[in-house]
């Protein structure tokens, strides 16, 4: 299988400043470096570039969008270092198409959102960088569902850990818990309290090497429960496997496993944002 990426030490977190080049009144692009879903930032047209700052260079091959309401027919071009790289689809397998509702912050708890992931070929050293998200056909739809603006909750970047060997095909299972409740009535009506939708992936890593389980205690023990990790386990793929094996969560406590000299295993759970 592809091998899983995380990024686990968030460049967006340290930025001296986000701007965008086009906001809707009242929407700051400050929140984008916050992990509340709701505090989005909405552009005030199909286009928008979100400038990214630092004091000090950081090292970035990973970014990863977690909740847009982009379309399939959404593009991303990234320019870091003085390059700008080719445009690519941000998520033509986005399953936000077939959403029933507006398309927007406010389907984003029941679970209809967008999730972008672009790979630098190679790491770069940057104070400054780039994101041009565009999603013309909005404009041309005329449906209201797909509004003329982009939503992004959230911009994750920074160096992501690849250990050598991928996710185990075994045990790899994306759950979506729904937390609606429902209740019958006296005269047997069923009825529900809506609530939200949010994901679960579980993965294993059933061989690790020496260095990646050294480097791995190591992430581990800096982010441990209660900070966010971006995850992607289908990278590089623009598949529906990529769009849907994203995932920006916490993890839960795990072990791991000594199988024979110099080699180990573990397991993943993480709860989506």
């Not at 630092?54 to 379309?71: D, F, H, R």
């Not at 045990?171 to 818990?177: D, H, M, P, Q, R």
């Amino acid at each position: 299988m592809a091998n899983v990426r995380i990024i686990y030490d968030d460049a967006a977190e340290r930025t001296t400043n986000i701007t965008a080049t086009s906001s809707a009144s009242g929407y700051d692009p400050l929140g984008l470096k916050t992990n509340t879903k709701s505090l989005v930032h909405r552009s005030g047209a199909t286009q928008v570039t979100y400038t990214l700052t630092w004091a000090t260079a950081e090292q970035i091959n990973g970014i990863i969008l977690p909740a847009t309401n982009l379309s399939s027919s959404a593009t991303i071009t990234v320019t870091a270092g003085g390059t700008t790289y080719p445009s690519i689809s941000a998520c033509t397998n986005t399953t936000l198409d077939n959403y029933r509702g507006i398309k927007n912050v406010n389907s984003f708890p029941y679970g209809g959102l967008s999730k972008v992931a672009f790979w630098f070929p190679t790491t770069v050293s940057v104070t400054s960088l780039n994101i041009l998200l565009s999603d013309q056909t909005k404009a041309s739809i005329g449906n209201p569902a797909y509004p003329a603006y982009i939503d992004c909750s959230r911009i994750v970047c920074g160096k992501y850990w690849e250990p050598e060997f991928g996710v185990d095909k075994s045990g790899l299972e994306l759950t979506i818990t729904d937390t609606t409740q429902t209740s019958r009535s006296d005269t047997g009506d069923l009825f529900s309290d809506r609530g939200t939708i949010y994901d679960q992936l579980n993965f294993n890593l059933g061989v690790l090497t020496k260095n990646d389980k050294e480097t791995l205690i190591a992430i581990l023990k800096s982010v441990g429960n209660y900070k966010n990790i971006a995850v992607s386990v289908f990278p590089e793929g623009n598949t529906r496997n990529e769009q849907d094996y994203i995932i920006y969560g916490k993890r839960e406590t795990s072990s791991i496993s000594y199988l024979v000299h110099n080699y180990y295993s573990t397991s993943f759970s993480i709860t989506g944002w």
